[in-house]
Each structure stands twice: as C-alpha cells, then as structure tokens.
C-alpha cells in the first residue's frame, strides 16, 4: 500500500515536531496564566471549554514533547549530532511546564483528588529527562544550566502537586480540624465527688465557662470599626478572608459554635446590602483561589523561599548559557528557541509574582489589627500604596435605561470581575414555543459605548438612507426570500447533526437560556429578606426552622394561607418549583405591567423579581441538577412530561416562538373542573394545568380587598426567595465550591449570606472556643 505521507512530509515532521511542540507548550503556559483567572468571572460557556482545552493540551504538549526527545536521542537521521545536545537541555523547561503556572493547578474538584497521580508523573518525568539528560552528558557543555533548571523545574511540579494534595476534600478538612477536646477530667472529678461524699462534705458542681479574650476583641473590632459606615476596600479584604478562615468549612461540612455564628450575625446584619455583596465576592473568590489554585503554597515563608530558589536558578543557568556556553556549534533556530523558553520561564515568574502582589491574599496579610509600633506603619504604607488596585475590582454599578426597567445593574469589567455577575434563567413556556430569551436589561460592552458615541452611524444612526433603499427594492426581497429558505434548510441539517451526537441539551444550554445581570434593588430585596428571618432566629431551633422552609413561612402568616399552602407543603420540592414556575409565568404573561404616578414602583419590581427568581430556580432543576441533586432525577422526568403536554397544547393551537402570552392564555382557559390526577394517575408526572390552578387561586386574591393586588407578586417574590433559601441550604456543600470557577451562582452568594446569618443547620456546639472550668464547693 502506497504510504500517503510521502519523504518531503516526512522530513518536515522529524524536523520541527520537537520545536513546534515546545514552543506550543510555552505559548500554553502563557495563555493559561492570563486568562485562567478569568473563568471565576464569566459563565459562557465557549470560554470556559477553552480553557479546559488548553488545560489538557498543556499536560499532553509537555509530556508528549518529553517522549520526542527521548527518542531523537541517537538517532542521527533525525537531528543532526549538535543540535541533539541542545535538545537535551529541553526536557527541564518542560518540568516548568508541567509544574503549571499559579493561576491553575486544578479545572475542577475532582482534579485535586488526582494528587498523587500527580506525584507519580513527577517521578517519571524527572527519570525520562534525567535519561535524555545522561545519554547526551559525555559530551554535553550544558550540564550546569541543565541542573539547575532540573531544580527549578522539580520545584515547580512539586508545588502544584502539594497545591492538589492542600486543595484535596480529606485535606482540606483535616486541615481545619481543631486539636481534640476531651474536656473537662471527667474521672477525676467523679473521685473527688465521692471522697467528699464519703467524708460527708457538702458538695456542688459549678460550671463556669472561660472568656476568650482574643476573639472578644476582634468580635468588638469588626463591630465598632465599621458601625454606620462603609467598608474601605481593604476592609472589605480582610473582613472577607477573616470570615473565610472560619467558614471554608462550610464545604465540607465542618460544623461551627454558638459564638463564630454570633460573631458572624452581629457583623453581617449591620451591614448595608451592598457592603454584605462585596464581601462574599472576596470571601468566594478565597475559596477559589485555596481550592483551584497554587496560592496556598507559594503565599508562606517557605513558598516565598523555593519560589525565589527557582527564580534564580533559572537566571543563574539564563546567564551561564549566555556568557559561559559556547554557541557555535548550535544550530542558530535552536538558539533562538532556548532563549525563548528562558525568558518566557522568566515572565512567567515575574507575571506570577505581580499577581501575587495585588492578590487578595497580600491585602489580607496586611492586616494591621494585632500590629504596632515602626511594622504597623510600615505595613500601613505598602498597603495604603497598592490597595488603590482594589479600586478596580469594586462591584460596578450601571444604571440601565429602558422603559418601565430603570435601576441600577452589576456592570464590573470583565478583566476584574470576582464572579460572572449574572443570573441564568430557563423558562419552561419559551422553551416549548422555541422562543428567543429576553433579558429585562442589556448591559452594553465598553466597545459598544465607544462605537454608539463617536460612529452613531453604524448603529442605527442618520446616515443608513442607502441600506434602507436596498431593503425596499425586489431584487432585496428575492434575495431574502432566497437566504431564508437557505438558513433554513441549514438549520434543519444542523439540528439532525446535533440530535444524532447527543448534543442536544448543551446546545439548548447556550439557544434558550436567558443571563439576566444582577440588579441592586433585587440583591438588597434578597438581603433584607434573609436579614428578616435572621432577627427572628435568636435561637437555635427557629434558625433550624426558618432555613428547611419552602414557601410555608410567609404562608403562614397570611389569611390565605390554607389555598396556597397545598401547593407548598403537599408536593415535593421538585413539583413544588414546576407548579410556581409556570404560575408566576402565567400570571407575568396574562397581567399588564402598571406605572405609578407618584413613582412608587414596588408593584413593578416584586414581579420582576418573581419573574428571575421563578426562571433561575428553573433553571437550577432542568441544567444545574447538581444543585439540586436531591431532586434531580424525578425533576427532570417532571419537566419533560409537563413540556410534552404543553407542546401538545401549542400544535392544537398553531403557536409558534415568541408567542408567550398567547400560550399563557391558552393554559388559562382550559377549563380545570377536575383535578389533573384524578383524570391521569400517574401515568404522566405533568403539572401543566396544577399550576394553572394555582395560577387562578393567586388572581383570585385580587377580589379579596382593596389594595390586595399589589401584596399578590410581593407575596410570589417572597416565596420565591424562601424557595431559593431552601434550595441553597440543602444543597451539596461541594457543588457550591465546583461553581465558583464556573462563573459563580447566585444560589451560593446566598447559601454563604444565610450562614453569615446564622441560619443553617451547621452550627451545633453550644460553648464558645473557651474552655470549662468545674469547680467543686459548697
């Protein structure tokens, strides 16, 4: 059989695979420690797969370009005999490579757990190079600038491979484990109760409970310090990682005393609403950066000290090459490549450590609380000096203009944002009908801004007379006509393709989810909420209490209680979710939205809020399942049912995309004389028409008394957000950690808030830190 690579290919191959594969990997290096970072700040999908691309290209390029050296050893075919010296100075710079740079050393939790896969390919690793190393060493003059960056290159992997074994879940509690308390001498003090006893003396057992002098004083600090103000942003840092230190237990379910949850409540419920948001941003992207990255083991005396030892051995072996190696014999390409791998090492270090400068971690370690004297002032400068880059990374507020939806949004750049700042939706109506999503703000990009204001003519501008002559013309319409049926066809090709790879729900992911950003009056209505229940939870059974609610607190409380209560309490959480989705949706589509003249618009937010809070809890049952996971697998059988009736529906009535309020009204107007149960069993899990019942029952609070209507969405947004509580609370503690890297949830922000709050099931010892002392007397 003839070979299809002819001798021309061939030479090509065996003369650049080992140049063009290290130089593929140094360019993957450098795209992963800028733009790494940057994944914890968006939830688009494409970028997040390109990351993960080149996350596993970076392993593969460095560990297949080891294995190509290691063959073209000898081999004098393939490399000519000087240049086969020069390739075995390679391998240590892929040890560098290997060792990945600081921004990344895991792409998900379960990569941590792979540790000790990590420590065994060190071991191989070092043994392929030190191979390539020795065959050439006889005649090499590169053995010293070989050896030390071997050094700087074991270094390196043994960082990441400590980082993975730090950020492992066994570890990581382990490491948070307090020295074990057996308590007060339990044996002893019964013998000393009964030779009293025996000798007839009067005896009392008083428990008396140790004061913590320590934890009094930075509980009053965080108090006193920013009582009526606004947090600084450095005391946004340090509150953050000091909440982090007690908290990071959270995510793997570490249980907390009575005075951390004091301490924490005390704090976060004087705080604004806004101040509360920034610091969970820094205290998430702590837990970020502990789990997914190397900061834990290069920000310590000893990182600081194997980090500067690698640095300078790169440069000492960067200048021996340079001054002490003699390069004639070399071929002059293969030069240029080495120097290329010894200053893109060098970058590499140097960009690491100026993102190490203006972490969040140097700003917590500047910390001034337990300092004095010429180290505090000292202290003080450097970080009054660079805590001016916080600026940048402040929460951004835009305010959005459109009708009837004016209010400020999270607007933070993309390059500085500490989570993606956006809630995802899913709407079950607009997915039956194949509907384009719709957000109720658009945030525009800085390259838009800077295009509507000094080219307004591209963007629906004066000066479009001619375009709009061309699209009245026939000629236009034919061609129209023509490029739709085209799209069409295309389209209709393109979905086979995607139903027959099984891509299908990752398609509808990106096509039907709406990403709707942040608003301020939505994050402080949750807040308030949250803050509510809080005050009403001094002890610890009502906390217990509030936090395994789903909709049946606020019920309780209203005289309507016991026709919506049903639809609460006597259904799982998962059906529980479906019949509110689709009444809240039922209702936003069928009910006009109203403007108050006296500028009152509390009517008009409530049913914002209801409306995102109702597509993004959605959205976590149907594509985040494992937030949910507890009700995952019937929740998805119960959405595909009720779609499958809805679509029924839709066909018998002709409806098509964007026709939500026509839908909507159909729903409403079967007529519901009979429970849905009673006529299907439980062949179908659908709740189609169960929610159009409970769609009817909130409009009919509109009849009950004047000034009703407008209780009916502030008592949906409500439900909503105690829906939204329950799901945080019962939700996997580790899956909130694996989305911080996603993006971020909003669902996290207020599992985080809620503990912050005190509500939770976490906090079970009921002493504080403090030691008992039992004294024995009369």
Same mark, same amino acid.
């Given at each position: ?103 990344? /050393? ?14 065994? !390919? ?60 057996? !308590? ?200 009054? /000096? ?70 307004? !003519? ?176 019937? !929740? ?143």
């Amino acid at each position: 059989m003839h070979n299809p690579i002819t001798g021309t290919y061939k030479k090509i191959w065996d003369d650049w695979n080992i140049r063009g594969v290290m130089l593929f990997s140094l360019f993957l290096q450098i795209f992963l420690i800028l733009f790494a970072p940057l994944r914890k700040g968006t939830s688009n999908k494409l970028i997040i797969m390109l990351i993960w691309s080149v996350y596993l290209l970076a392993d593969w390029a460095a560990n297949f370009a080891v294995g190509l050296i290691s063959n073209s050893q000898g081999d004098a075919t393939t490399t000519e005999e000087s240049s086969t010296y020069l390739l075995s100075f390679w391998p240590p710079f892929l040890l560098l490579h290997l060792g990945g740079p600081d921004t990344i /050393t895991a792409f998900a939790l379960e990569d941590n757990e792979l540790w000790l896969r990590h420590a065994l !390919g060190l071991f191989f690793q070092v043994l392929a190079a030190a191979y390539v190393f020795l065959q050439a060493l006889p005649r090499t003059k590169l053995a010293i600038p070989t050896l030390l960056v071997f050094v700087a290159g074991i270094i390196k992997y043994l960082e990441r491979t400590r980082a993975l074994y730090l950020a492992s879940l066994d570890k990581f509690r382990d490491s948070m484990l307090k020295e074990p308390d057996p !308590g007060p001498n339990y044996a002893k003090l019964m013998d000393d109760i009964a030779s009293k006893k025996e000798a007839n003396l009067p005896t009392t057992v008083i428990m008396i409970e140790e004061q913590s002098g320590k934890k009094s004083n930075t509980r009053r600090s965080l108090i006193g310090e920013r009582d009526g103000l606004c947090l600084r942003d450095l005391q946004v840092v340090h509150y953050a990682y000091h909440f982090f230190d007690i908290f990071k237990g959270l995510i793997v379910d570490l249980i907390f005393s009575f005075h951390e949850r004091n301490e924490s409540r005390d704090f976060f419920i004087n705080l604004t609403p806004e101040d509360a948001l920034r610091v969970i941003e820094v205290e998430l992207n702590f837990i970020y950066d502990a789990l997914y990255s190397k900061v834990q083991v290069v920000h310590s005396r000893f990182g600081y000290s194997t980090r500067f030892i690698s640095f300078a051995s790169v440069v000492a072996a960067l200048l021996i090459f340079h001054f002490k190696v003699n390069k004639s014999g070399f071929d002059e390409f293969d030069v240029g490549i080495t120097y290329a791998l010894f200053l893109g090492a060098i970058a590499l270090d140097i960009v690491a450590f100026l993102m190490l400068c203006f972490s969040d971690w140097t700003f917590a370690a500047l910390s001034t609380d337990s300092e004095n004297g010429l180290k505090l002032k000292i202290k003080s400068g450097i970080a009054a /000096t660079i805590g001016r880059f916080l600026i940048l990374k402040r929460p951004k507020w835009y305010i959005c203009r459109q009708e009837k939806h004016n209010c400020e949004v999270l607007a933070t750049p993309f390059l500085f944002r500490r989570w993606s700042g956006h809630i995802s939706g899913h709407n079950l109506i607009r997915y039956c009908l194949k509907g384009s999503p719709t957000n109720f703000h658009q945030v525009k990009n800085c390259v838009y801004r800077v295009i509507t204001k000094f080219i307004p !003519g591209i963007i629906g501008g004066k000066d479009i007379h001619f375009i709009r002559y061309l699209t009245s013309c026939r000629v236009s319409q034919f061609l129209s006509f023509i490029y739709g049926k085209v799209i069409h066809l295309l389209g209709f090709i393109i979905q086979l393709v995607i139903d027959y790879s099984g891509l299908t729900d990752f398609v509808d992911e990106i096509r039907y989810l709406s990403h709707e950003p942040l608003t301020k009056p939505l994050w402080e209505f949750i807040f308030n909420e949250l803050r509510e229940k809080s005050n009403s939870a001094d002890e610890p059974e009502n906390a217990k209490k509030i936090s395994s609610a789903r909709g049946n607190w606020i019920l309780e409380s209203r005289d309507y209680h016991d026709k919506l209560l049903p639809y609460v309490t006597g259904v799982t959480f998962d059906e529980s979710l479906l019949l509110w989705h689709i009444a809240t949706e039922l209702l936003y589509q069928t009910e006009e939205e109203t403007t108050h003249e006296d500028g009152n618009n509390n009517y008009n937010n409530h049913r914002q809020f209801s409306k995102i809070l109702s597509d993004y809890m959605l959205y976590l049952l149907v594509v985040q399942t494992t937030m949910i996971s507890v009700e995952a697998g019937i !929740g998805k059988i119960r959405f595909r049912d009720t779609c499958a009736e809805a679509k029924r529906l839709f066909r018998s009535k002709n409806l098509g995309a964007n026709e939500e309020e026509e839908a909507c009204e159909q729903i409403l107007g079967v007529y519901t004389y009979v429970e849905p149960v009673k006529v299907k069993g439980d062949r179908s899990k659908s709740v189609l028409f169960d929610a159009s019942m409970l769609a009817q029952v909130l409009n009919k609070m509109d009849d009950l008394e004047e000034g009703v209507k407008e209780d009916k969405w502030k008592l949906l947004s409500k439900i909503w957000v105690e829906l939204l509580s329950y799901a945080a609370c019962n939700c996997i503690p580790r899956t909130h950690a694996q989305e911080v890297n996603k993006g971020g949830e909003l669902i996290t922000f207020v599992w985080l808030l809620m503990a912050h709050f005190g509500l939770g099931e976490q906090f079970q010892i009921n002493k504080g830190q403090g030691r008992t002392k039992l004294i024995i007397g009369k």
